[in-house]
C-alpha cells in the first residue's frame, strides 16, 4: 500500500470510524423487575423524568413503555407529546413536538397482572436532535385516550425524588415515584483533537517512510 492510500485510510478510521451509537440513557423496561403502580400521562397532563448525559448527543431515538389502563384498547388514531427541559423552569424547554410516526411493539407482559393492560413499547424516531452535556427533564403524554381508558408511563424502580410529574406550564415537583421506563440512544461522531491526530499521523508517516527505507 502505498503512502497515500495509507494516510486516506488512517483518516477515515479517525473521522469515520468514531462515530458510535448506543444508549446515553438506560431505563429500560425490565421484565424481571416488572414494578405495580403507575402514574397517567396523557393530555395536558405529563410525567416529567429527570436524566443526565455526560457528553453531547446527536439522539436518534427515544423509547419509553406504558399502555393503556385498563382496557388496553389502543386509539384508533393517537400520538405522543415530546418535551425536554434544561430544568424544571417550565420556560427552558429544549425540545416540543408532537410525535405521530412511531413504531410499537407488546413485551408480552401486563401491568399490574391485568390482561387488559399489556406493558407496550413506543419507539419514537427524533433524528436531528441535539443536547449538550448536562440534566434534563423530559415529558411524555398521549395527546389521545378513549373514555375509560387512561395512558400510564411503566415505572423501572422505586428509588424516591427520581420521577417528577407536573402539568405542563407549570414548574415541575417531584415526587417518590422513582424512575420510569425511559431509553435514549445517540450516533456522537466523536473526532480526536487536532494535536492527537498530528501526532498519529505524523507516528504513521515515520512508519511508512522506515518501511520504504528497508525495503530498497
Known amino acids: 500500500m502505498n503512502l497515500k492510500k ?3 485510510l488512517l ?11 448506543g444508549l446515553i440513557v438506560d ?4 421484565p424481571a423487575n ?24 446527536n439522539v ?7 399502555g393503556y389502563w385498563t382496557s388496553g384498547v389502543q386509539p384508533a388514531s393517537f400520538d405522543f407529546r415530546i418535551q425536554i427541559r ?3 423552569n417550565a420556560s427552558d424547554v429544549v425540545f416540543d413536538a408532537l410525535v405521530t410516526a412511531f413504531n410499537v411493539s407488546d ?22 436532535l441535539m443536547l449538550n452535556a448536562g440534566s434534563y427533564f423530559i415529558g411524555i403524554s398521549s395527546q389521545n385516550t378513549l373514555n375509560g381508558t387512561n395512558f400510564y408511563w411503566q415505572r423501572t ?6 420521577g417528577n410529574i407536573s402539568a405542563f406550564g407549570n414548574n415541575l415537583t417531584t415526587s417518590s415515584w422513582g424512575n420510569h421506563a425511559l431509553a435514549i440512544s445517540s450516533t456522537t461522531a466523536s473526532v480526536p483533537e487536532p494535536s492527537s491526530f498530528a501526532v498519529m499521523m505524523l507516528g504513521l508517516f515515520g512508519f511508512v517512510m522506515r518501511k520504504k527505507i528497508l525495503s530498497k
Open 6 to 8: 495509507t494516510l486516506l
Open 11 to 21: 483518516a477515515f478510521i479517525v473521522f469515520g470510524g468514531n462515530a458510535n451509537a
Open 27 to 30: 431505563q429500560s423496561f425490565n
Open 34 to 57: 416488572i414494578i405495580t403502580g403507575a402514574n397517567f400521562s396523557q393530555g395536558s397532563s405529563s410525567i416529567f423524568d429527570d436524566f443526565t448525559i455526560l457528553d453531547a448527543a
Open 60 to 66: 436518534q431515538e427515544i423509547s419509553m413503555w406504558g
Open 86 to 88: 434544561s430544568s424544571a
Open 107 to 128: 413485551t408480552g407482559f401486563n401491568h399490574n397482572n391485568s390482561q387488559f393492560a399489556d406493558i407496550l413499547r413506543f419507539d419514537f424516531n427524533v433524528a436531528g
Open 157 to 162: 424502580d422505586i428509588s424516591s425524588l427520581n
